[in-house]
């Protein structure tokens, strides 16, 4: 009796370990087909997404390309924006310790709008990488936005101290260009603007 126990709970055992097999596999594939679709703005993005994160309810990154998909399949008159800001919320609950994720959280909040979200979520992902270098740009963009040079400047010194080759930042610490922002499918962004006849010089 002992022994046609154990065999039939190896056999359990055997076909629960394959059914989770075949859920990270479905999951694993799923991921990828939105990942690809992602850069094609392809609605399938977010149905392969969707299929990942049923799937792998736990794992961050579906959420991550599920709200990178979002925002990229806005339309004229529709933003993605409120989507994106959904899943990357979902995210950094799954893995708060990817600076990462609070980067693009913040990135979305920007285009979705909300200036005093973005910003935590930007000095969250410095708080959990210091070097991080776009969190430190779009801080100096959004103190540009707000009129305040002296912070912008902050940020784009030590953006440039942690990569001296980024000839936009560099020409924005000159004068030479400024941070604008644009509206485009309901989202924000930003765009340089290069027009400047009179630059204000922001280096020492």
């Known amino acids: 009796a002992l022994a046609r126990s154990l065999k039939v709970a190896s056999v359990v055992l055997a076909s629960v370990a394959t059914v989770a097999g075949l859920v990270l596999i479905v999951g694993d594939i799923s991921l990828k087909r939105a990942t690809i679709s992602t850069s094609s703005i392809s609605a399938t993005a977010i149905g392969e997404g969707n299929t990942a994160n049923t799937l792998l309810p736990a794992w961050p990154i579906p959420a991550v390309t599920l709200a990178r998909a979002h925002y990229l399949t806005g339309t004229p008159g529709h933003s993605g924006a409120a989507q994106a800001v959904h899943w990357s919320q979902i995210a950094v609950q799954r893995n708060p310790t990817q600076s990462n994720y609070w980067y693009y959280l913040a990135a979305y ?25 776009t969190a430190l740009n779009l801080l100096a963009n959004m103190a540009f936005l707000d009129g305040n040079r002296a912070a912008q400047r902050r940020y784009l010194v030590e953006s440039l101290r942690y990569t001296p080759s980024q000839t936009l930042e560099r020409q924005y610490l000159r004068g030479q260009c400024k941070p604008a922002a644009i509206t485009a499918f309901g989202a924000r962004s930003i765009s340089p603007d290069c027009t400047q006849h009179q630059p204000e010089n922001l280096l020492p």
């Open 109 to 133: 909040q920007f285009s979705a709008g909300n200036d005093a979200g973005a910003r935590a979520a930007a000095h969250r992902a410095l708080a959990l990488n210091p070097v991080h270098i």
